[in-house]
C-alpha cells in the first residue's frame, strides 16, 4: 500500500513565540493539504499561553501575510509574526494623518542596549522634476501598508538580528516642510543602524501600497512613471 503523499515545509519563529519554544525555526513533513491554520497547534501542543498568543498572531507564506486556510506546499516557508505593536501602546508600524515625531518613534526602539539609534525623517520638498511643488498628496491602503511596513520589520531583524525597528508613516495633504515618514533603528552598533535604515527606505518604496499625487502651482501628477505619464498627457 502506497503511503499518502506528504511535504516539506520550513516554519520559522520570532520574539515571544522563538523564546517560548526555544528554536528560531524548523522543517517539518506534513500530509499534503496541510493549511496553515493546522501547523500552529502541531507545533505548540496544548499550554494556554500558546492558545492566547495565537489570536493575535499574523501569518506568512514566503513573505505574504495569508489566511487560516492557505493550503501548504512543498517547499513552502511559514512564519508566525507575534504581535509587533507592543500591546495596545503605540504601533511600531503605522499610517497617520498626525503630525509625526521623531522623538516619539525612537522611543519606540530605544533601550539600553542600544548603542546607536538610527532615525530617518522624509519630509515634503518644495521643488520637484524643475517645478514648484506646493503640496504633496499621500494616498495609502492603510491595513495592508501597515502590514507591509511589518513585512519590512521582519526582514530587517533576519539581516540584523539585535535591531528594532519602527516605522510611522502619514498620509493626507501635506505642504512643504513635512514630515511625511519617520525610521528609527536601534542596534548595539551604529553601522547595522545605518544600514537597516536604508534598506527600509528602499524597500517602503517597494511593497508599501502608498502613492502620492505631486501639487504644482500650475496642476498635479500623480508620481511613477506610468502614472505620471497618463496624468501629464491628460492635462
Not at 520570532?14 to 500530509?31: Q, W
Request: aromatic content about 8%; glycine content about 8%.
Amino acid at each position: 500500500m502506497s503511503s499518502s503523499p506528504s511535504i516539506t515545509i520550513t516554519v520559522r519563529y520570532f520574539a515571544i513565540l522563538r523564546d517560548l519554544l526555544g528554536k528560531g525555526e524548523e522543517r517539518l513533513t506534513v500530509p499534503d493539504g496541510t493549511t496553515v491554520g493546522a501547523i500552529y497547534p502541531m507545533v505548540t501542543g496544548d499550554d494556554p499561553r500558546y492558545g492566547r498568543l495565537r489570536r493575535s498572531m499574523m501569518l506568512m507564506v514566503n513573505h505574504d501575510y495569508v489566511e487560516d486556510d492557505r493550503e501548504l506546499r512543498d517547499g513552502d516557508e511559514l512564519a508566525f509574526i507575534p504581535p509587533v505593536s507592543g500591546g495596545h501602546g503605540p504601533k511600531l508600524f503605522a499610517m497617520t494623518t498626525a503630525p509625526l515625531d521623531p522623538r516619539a518613534v525612537e522611543e519606540l526602539v530605544a533601550a539600553d542596549d542600544a548603542g546607536a539609534i538610527v532615525t530617518f525623517t522624509g519630509t515634503v520638498r518644495d521643488h520637484a522634476r524643475g517645478r514648484e511643488v506646493v503640496a504633496l498628496d499621500y494616498e495609502a491602503y492603510e491595513p495592508a501598508a501597515e502590514k507591509q511596513m511589518a513585512v519590512i520589520g521582519v526582514e530587517v531583524v533576519e539581516r540584523w538580528p539585535a535591531m528594532r525597528i519602527a516605522i510611522h508613516h502619514r498620509h493626507g495633504y501635506l505642504e512643504p516642510g513635512i514630515a511625511s515618514v519617520v525610521i528609527a533603528c536601534a542596534s548595539p552598533h551604529r553601522a547595522e543602524a545605518f544600514a537597516a535604515t536604508a534598506y527600509a527606505i528602499d524597500r517602503i518604496k517597494q511593497i508599501v501600497p502608498i502613492w502620492k499625487k505631486e501639487h504644482y502651482v500650475d496642476g498635479a501628477v500623480w508620481v511613477g512613471s506610468e502614472a505620471e505619464y497618463q496624468a501629464e498627457i491628460g492635462r
